[in-house]
Nanobody
Framework: VQLQASGGGLVQAGGSLRLSCTASGRTLNGYGTGWFRQAPGKEREFVAATSRNGGSTWYADSVKGRFTVSRDNAKNTVYLQMNSLKPEDTADYYC??????????????????WGQGTQVTVSS
């Protein structure tokens, strides 16, 4: 599975962005998907994830209520809608896919396939 992330950019605090992650080479239907981010000098951290059919979602506490993860299996695409952005949301954002289980959705090591990252910068 090849993943291509897009939608990053520069936005002012309080603004919104929508990230997209499109898969090729294989359908995403059989995979859980997640979004992670990594700021300069920091470790990669979990942001959000969705189950194979999109029926279940999980969020980091830091983004809960502001970010929404969704997927459209017909389009082989996963989305991350980010609202009320804060400067601390500044990071490279990565989408990932894998045959994850419930206990590992927040663990980046559980994902097998990764996109190239898209940069999000939130100015104060």
């Amino acid at each position: 599975v090849q993943l291509q992330a897009s939608g990053g950019g520069l936005v002012q605090a309080g603004g919104s962005l929508r990230l997209s992650c499109t898969a090729s080479g294989r359908t995403l239907n059989g995979y859980g998907t997640g979004w992670f981010r990594q700021a300069p000098g920091k470790e990669r951290e979990f942001v959000a994830a969705t189950s194979r059919n999109g029926g279940s979602t999980w969020y980091a506490d830091s983004v809960k209520g502001r970010f929404t993860v969704s997927r459209d299996n017909a389009k082989n695409t996963v989305y991350l809608q980010m609202n009320s952005l804060k400067p601390e949301d500044t990071a490279d954002y990565y989408c990932a896919a894998g045959r994850v289980i419930l206990s590992t959705v927040r663990d980046y090591k559980a994902y097998d396939y990764w996109g190239q990252g898209t940069q999000v910068t939130v100015s104060s």
